[in-house]
């Protein structure tokens, strides 16, 4: 359920996105939800992780762009064989929308590259939908 992945220079992304109730306010059109995401490295070298850039559209199309250093305020080096696993949150005023991103990474050669994070979904309860989709109507 919602996990999704992508392979590239064999570093595996990984999302797991849950719906946060005591945080959001579907009457205020608030939707809140916690995503963990593990960075699973599988290949031979140690790579950092330098920023991320996150593309996050909700269900009116409204693009929402994220740019920053590092995740939770951390540049984590991941030794081969290792894997970094963080939570995050994401707020949209749609009870439904998916996300989307790119690590930069850099190797010890001071190599830079991207790692893509694939799309996942982010869904509210049918129930919060529907209720909130009913009373648009």
């Not at 994220?66 to 939770?72: M, N, P, Q, S």
């Amino acid at each position: 359920e919602g996990m999704t992945k992508a392979k590239s220079r064999k570093i595996f992304v990984s999302a797991n996105p849950a719906y946060v109730l005591e945080q959001s306010d579907p009457i205020n059109m608030k939707f809140v939800w916690s995503y963990e995401i593990t960075i699973d490295n599988q290949s031979t070298e140690i790579v950092q992780l330098l920023s991320r850039r996150w593309i996050i559209t909700d269900t009116n199309a409204r693009v929402e762009e994220i740019r920053g250093t590092g995740v939770i305020g951390m540049q984590p080096l991941i030794k081969p064989g290792r894997r970094f696993i963080y939570t995050s949150y994401c707020q949209l005023s749609t009870p439904q929308g998916t996300m989307e991103g790119i690590y930069e990474m850099q190797n010890t050669d001071e190599e830079h590259f991207d790692i893509v994070v694939p799309k996942f979904i982010l869904s509210a309860p049918s129930s919060i939908t529907r209720a909130f989709s009913s009373k648009l109507h």
